[in-house]
């Protein structure tokens, strides 16, 4: 199947079957969020897997009690930074210098520039900065599930102290963004399967500047 074809072939499931996706599938899906583009390439967020069904369990109710939270084989949850720290600036920087063994000038004044910018900024400023990036890896792992033929379930609708409290991730210094189920749908069950996708027309999306 062609990028489109699949795209096409995805929806967001409002009902799955509880079927396991197999572990090299999730390691794809996996992989794409991790090779999403970043500001900086700080990758300012970590994703929690949750296939522990009492967590998942625990999860629901504070996530407008959505069935798929239940029935998808893995939960994932994307945490942003709740800020940025000049440790976390430095760690991401040092691990360049040390993957590319090398030190350049221009990307060291470049660290300084973020080391002089970021730590300063509001908390809240820098989380719904670092939140954005979590949105591209997000999205990305979205495509790579189409593409690997799995369902999932782009999902906000959560609570998302509760949630923080539930995987402790303030103790972190995370904040969680949104969740992704991985699963496979239940077409018997869910109302959206067979539905046309309406998405706006061209016209109304884009403006051509020629
Ligand atoms: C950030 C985000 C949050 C969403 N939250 C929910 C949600 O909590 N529950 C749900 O059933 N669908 C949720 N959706 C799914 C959208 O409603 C759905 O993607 C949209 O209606 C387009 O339909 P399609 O994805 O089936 O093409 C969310 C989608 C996105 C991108």
């Not at 504070?62 to 945490?79: E, G, T, Y």
């Not at 063994?101 to 509001?122: A, H, V």
């Not at 992704?180 to 500047?209: A, C, F």
Request: charged share 25%.
């Amino acid at each position: 199947m062609e990028l489109i074809e699949k795209l096409n072939w995805r929806y967001a499931s409002k009902a799955m079957n509880g079927k396991k996706v197999d572990q090299h599938k999730i390691d794809t899906i996996i992989e794409a969020a991790s090779l999403a583009p970043t500001s900086s390439g700080l990758q300012p967020f970590e994703i929690f897997v949750i296939t522990n069904q009492e967590i998942k369990e625990q999860i629901r109710p504070i996530a407008w009690n959505q069935s798929v939270i239940s029935d998808c084989s893995h939960l994932l949850v994307f945490a942003a930074w709740d800020t940025y720290t000049a440790e976390r600036i430095n760690k991401m920087f040092d691990l360049t210098n040390s993957i590319r063994g090398t030190k350049n000038e221009g990307w060291e004044n470049y660290r300084q520039m973020l080391l002089n910018s970021y730590p300063q900024k509001d908390a809240e400023e820098n989380f719904n900065h670092a939140a954005k990036q979590a949105y591209i890896a997000f999205s990305q792992s979205i495509a790579a599930a189409a593409f690997e033929g799995v369902d999932s379930t782009p999902l906000e609708g959560f609570d998302p102290a509760g949630l923080d409290e539930i995987l402790n991730l303030r103790e972190k210094g995370l904040r969680s963004c949104v969740m992704l189920p991985l699963g496979y749908r239940d077409s018997e069950k869910d109302w959206l399967v067979n539905l046309t996708k309406v998405r706006k027309s061209k016209e109304d999306l884009l403006t051509l500047i020629e």
